[in-house]
């Protein structure tokens, strides 16, 4: 982030532990930092939070060790085409020009509300996305993301793609989609329907801006 020679940092992969380093990667931040683009997603939402709130340029968007996914290589080109030509192609198609958005996964975007480094919604589309989580736990995870007073200050809510849904006995009884509608209903937030976003190669790049 300090060296002026490289133009970008491009996140080798997700996991956890990004949250333990948000906010310190923040303080007193050099000069260089300013200069650069960020992309990543899943764990690194957090550091986009971050960096967003601090006024750096972040995307969500396919990471180096999405080229061992089945089909990585279209994810790890798109997203160098993002970042060295800022190819329109590269970007998720539903994407508004003349509105912010913010893509996060569902589960990291819950634990960063109410948080030091928490951007501003205000207006923006935010678009979701999360994988191996139970319906219950995404049931629970809406609840507080839709209770969140930020959050309802978005233009509207994208789902993106829910996958590798861990069965559940017994059956919850709402998918995903229902899930993530209801609670939008329940804060009067309008679902703006479905986003090419996920964890996986088809995974397109949202800049936050």
């Known amino acids: 982030m300090a060296d002026d020679r490289f133009d970008a940092v491009w996140f080798a992969r997700g996991g956890y532990g990004s949250n333990r380093i948000a906010e310190a990667a923040v303080r007193d931040l050099p000069a260089a930092a300013r200069t650069k683009t960020y992309l990543g997603y899943s764990d690194a939402g957090f550091l986009l939070a971050a960096f967003y709130r601090a006024g750096l340029t972040v995307a969500h968007g396919p990471m180096v060790q999405d080229v061992v996914r089945e089909g990585g290589q279209a994810a790890v080109n798109r997203a160098l085409d993002w970042l060295v030509r800022q190819e329109e192609a590269s970007l998720e ?7 912010r958005a913010m893509a996060f996964n569902l589960t990291v975007l819950s634990h960063l509300i109410g948080t030091a480094i928490e951007p501003d919604f205000t207006g923006a ?85």
């Open 93 to 99: 198609p539903g994407l508004n020009h003349d509105r």
């Open 125 to 209: 589309e935010l678009l979701l996305e999360d994988v191996a989580e139970h319906e219950y736990r995404i049931d629970r995870t809406m609840f507080h993301v839709t209770g969140s007073e930020a959050v309802r200050r978005v233009a509207g809510i994208r789902l993106g793609r829910i996958s590798e849904i861990p069965d559940n006995d017994p059956e919850f009884g709402h998918d995903a989609e229902s899930i993530v509608r209801d609670w939008c209903k329940r804060a009067g937030i309008a679902f703006l329907g479905h986003a090419d976003i996920g964890h996986d190669a088809a995974n397109r790049v949202v800049p936050f801006n």
